[in-house]
């Protein structure tokens, strides 16, 4: 079974500009999170998304938003980038949401602000 | 507030030692609580979760609710061991991670 996939893998932009990342959950699994993992600051929970409905979402600005299609593929988008958006952000697939669930990381998407 | 604690960066040990790598957490109910690993250049996955009480790679944690604790242990350290271990809270349905401690284990 395939892995968790997000694309793309690297990605370079300059303040102001907006992202799209894209992460594609392994077959059957329904429920997508997204993190944000920094030197200091660690991973911390941006999003959480299941059968198309944002079901949690953690402490970030309003720039930071996401979406999820009918096939369980998920976006988050970023606007009007910052410097301290330089980050590894990553995603996570499980069948569905709870505890008893593991949840599958993918590779995560390295985005560089300049 | 839901808060994750792990007071070590790095912990440095060698081949055939004990490892305890250290976790404390600030929750507020009936907490669950996860040790995921991630080693060099791979993804980061789940190493085991308190529910199961299972030992993994040689691995076990158990939660200490009196302490607040949920800290990972291993008898005998191997140098295949060396990764980032972050200790994860799961509230709501999404994960409160520590900043993770880096275990070195030399030869």
Known sequence: ?114 | AQRVTQPEKLLSVFKGAPVELKCNYSYSGSPELFWYVQYSRQRLQLLLRHISRESIKGFTADLNKGETSFHLKKPFAQEEDSAMYYCALKDTDKLIFGTGTRLQVFP
């Open chain 1, 1 to 114: 079974k395939a892995g968790v996939t997000q694309t793309p893998r690297y990605l370079i932009k300059t303040r102001g500009q907006q992202v799209t990342l894209s992460c594609s959950p392994i077959s059957g699994h329904r429920s997508v999170s997204w993190y944000q993992q920094t030197p200091g600051q660690g991973l911390q929970f941006l999003f959480e998304y299941f059968s198309e409905t944002q079901r949690n979402k953690g402490n970030f600005p309003g720039r930071f938003s996401g979406r999820q299609f009918s096939n369980s593929r998920s976006e988050m988008n970023v606007s009007t980038l910052e410097l301290g958006d330089s980050a590894l952000y990553l995603c996570a697939s499980s069948v569905i949401p709870g505890a008893n669930y593991e949840q599958y990381f993918g590779p995560g998407t390295r985005l560089t602000v300049t």
